[in-house]
């Protein structure tokens, strides 16, 4: 059997927006199907804690490669309005972690995703299908930015 493949990704967001509503669009991950592309499912099935941490989601994503993936991210830290994390578990196991901080009327965002595929097709053709895989994942993430720029009506000052 293949081993799991690993993937370590860093996406950064720079927004003119506030940093509470930054976090709040982030936080309301079952709104993401309206205006993420690519997110195809986001349901909250357990709410979690006061603080939201034990908040858990499922998710399915697709773009521009065909395949679905579909995971489940439990938050393991929440610190509002500048930290996000949760375990994933299902096609994409793992941390994703999105941190937020503010410089006058800036908002960073940068997104941790340190995962390993548990697909079988996935960990057999990462070798060859490592580029392809990043490619998608920084298609989806920069989609992700402009569209929530659009969303919040603040420009997306840079994205990488």
Do not use: C
């Amino acid at each position: 059997m293949a081993r799991p493949r690993e993937y370590r990704f860093l996406t950064a967001w720079l927004l003119r927006a506030e940093q509470e509503r930054v976090f709040d669009a982030l936080w309301d991950s079952d709104s993401w199907p309206q205006w993420w592309p690519g997110v195809i499912e986001a349901v909250e099935l357990e709410p979690g804690g006061a603080d939201g941490i034990g908040r858990r989601g499922r998710y399915e994503w697709r773009s521009r490669i065909p395949y679905p993936v579909r995971f489940e991210i439990v938050a393991t830290r929440v610190e509002r309005p500048a930290l996000l994390q949760g375990a994933s578990s299902g096609d994409l196991e793992g941390i994703g972690r999105w941190r937020l901080s503010q410089q006058g009327a800036v908002t960073a965002v940068l997104y941790e995703w340190q995962v390993h595929s548990t697909k079988r097709w996935m960990r057999l053709l990462g070798p060859i299908a490592d580029p392809v895989f990043r490619w998608n994942h920084d298609y989806v993430m920069r989609a992700g930015g402009e569209a929530l720029a659009e969303l919040l009506d603040a420009p997306l000052l840079a994205s990488s």
